[in-house]
Nanobody, 121 residues
């Protein structure tokens, strides 16, 4: 199995910055896609940013130019650097990874527990 541990959320003023981290552990053979999603109250969960194993990235239009996704493969960790935060970025942020496990053998999608990001003055 795989476990994901997220950190880095919190309360920040508009225009501020936060960096989220998500570390994967377990019987991991390799990690394919790593990404971040968010869900605001009363809204559906949406894609924020995603990075493939060859470092290709895709961002939601609402965060382009403000957020940056990166990964440290040696640490099985994905990051989300969030700058110029706006009140509308307030949400619970979830990391998601697609991993290949050695036990049980196979490819799986796993979600983090979520971390709250609140942008408010």
């Amino acid at each position: 199995q795989v476990q994901l541990v997220e950190s880095g959320g919190g309360l920040v003023q508009p225009g501020g910055s936060l960096r989220l981290s998500c570390a994967a552990s377990g019987s991991i053979f390799s990690i394919n896609t790593m990404g971040w999603y968010r869900q605001a109250p009363g809204k559906q969960r949406e894609l924020v940013a995603i990075m493939t194993s060859d470092n290709s990235t895709n961002y939601a239009d609402s965060v382009k130019g403000r957020f940056t996704i990166s990964r440290a493969n040696a640490k099985n960790t994905v990051y989300l650097q969030m700058n110029s935060l706006k009140p509308e970025d307030t949400a619970v942020y979830y990391c998601k990874v697609r991993v290949v496990l050695t036990s049980p053998i196979g490819t799986y999608d796993a979600w983090g527990q979520g971390t709250q990001v609140t942008v408010s003055s």
